[in-house]
């Protein structure tokens, strides 16, 4: 009677562990039919394994939580679910959820810094997108050190944060943002690039400060090169710049700019003003890209020593002063 008994009871545990073991393998291992869709969870760090579960099954990532707890105990119990902002492609298995969140694959934002930005219109564009605070930013990118071998003139990262597309996942710090940008300028000016602004004469500070002007004085790929040679023609010969944009960096750094230049601001004292100041200003007045950096390190060979703005986009080169004026006449004279 009592092996019956005792047989009975195997039986029910069997059967019971068996429909136990359907119910798990299909909750955890099946991936749901339901409409594709892509869900952003958010977990906070701190959250408990329940917690996850609890906000998962709330936002239709998972529909068991206690198969997700069951499959966390026996197949991910030695790793920790990692913290972030999710972005899941549903209908997913509770065992593809619990893979994502091991192995922290958080959303990533992608992020476009166009070239020719300062490191304030940096700052303040991400803090319009919600991703970092502004000032943090700005105070993360005035420590040089991670330019230092390059640079040992910097005050601070103007001119070093590479204008690229990247892919930050939410949470990120500032200073990790900007060590992937510095990190991509080093790889961008490479040795090769090093050795060049060496022929010519000049340190890589130099050719990143040019970089800037010939950013911000053309959009145009193909006139890069011959704005440079403009450049160079002019700090050979000791003859003044006079590059608007360094004017305007000033301005803007003093919050005098309201979008216009007048002549009067010809005359605005500052070490930034070309107009009145021979040579390079003290520092680059944006992050230049990589058109820009190669134009500066490659100008043209040509001898022009004027260009002016032919209010299309596009610009006048000159070989002599007449030349210039008549092209200033032509151009400016249209446009007013």
């Excluded at 997913?92 to 930005?117: A, D, Q």
Aim: glycine share 4%.
């Amino acid at each position: 009677m009592l092996i019956n008994i005792i047989k009975k009871a195997l039986f029910l545990a069997a059967v019971i562990l068996l429909l136990l073991s359907t119910w798990f393998s299909f909750e955890f291992y099946i991936t749901p039919k339901c409409s594709p869709k892509t869900q952003f969870v958010n977990i906070e760090s701190g959250t408990s394994v329940k917690q996850i579960a609890q906000i998962l099954q709330e936002q239709g990532v998972i529909s068991k939580k206690r198969a997700f707890l069951l499959g966390y105990q026996i197949f991910f119990f030695t790793k920790s679910l990692k913290a972030g902002e999710y972005a899941f492609q549903l209908p997913l298995s509770t065992k593809k959820v619990l893979s994502t969140l091991t192995e922290g694959k958080t959303f990533l934002h992608s992020i476009t810094f166009p070239e020719g930005l300062t490191r304030k219109e940096i700052a303040f564009h991400l803090q319009s997108l919600l991703f970092i605070d502004e000032e943090d930013f700005l105070k993360t990118s005035a420590d040089t050190e991670p330019i230092i071998l390059l640079d040992k003139k910097a005050s601070s990262l103007e001119g070093y944060l590479f204008p690229e597309t990247y892919h930050f996942s939410k949470g990120t710090q500032a200073k990790d943002v900007v060590s992937v940008m510095v990190s991509q300028f080093k790889q961008v000016f490479s040795k090769k690039w090093q050795r060049r602004a060496e022929e010519i004469g000049m340190t890589p500070r130099e050719v990143v400060i040019l970089a800037s002007l010939i950013e911000k004085e053309t959009s145009l790929p193909e006139e890069t090169e011959l704005v440079s040679a403009v450049f160079h023609n002019r700090l050979k010969i000791n003859m003044k710049l006079d590059c608007d944009p360094t004017i305007i960096y000033a301005l803007k750094q003093e919050g005098r700019y309201d979008g216009r230049l007048r002549t009067k601001d010809l005359k605005y004292d500052s070490p930034y003003n070309t107009y009145i100041y021979p040579g390079l200003p003290p520092g680059p007045i944006a992050n230049p890209g990589k058109d820009s950096l190669k134009a500066a390190l490659y100008p043209a060979n040509e001898k022009f020593l004027y260009f002016v703005s032919k209010n299309d986009g596009s610009h006048h080169f000159s070989l002599t002063f007449r030349e210039h004026q008549n092209a200033v006449n032509k151009y400016q004279k249209r446009k007013r």
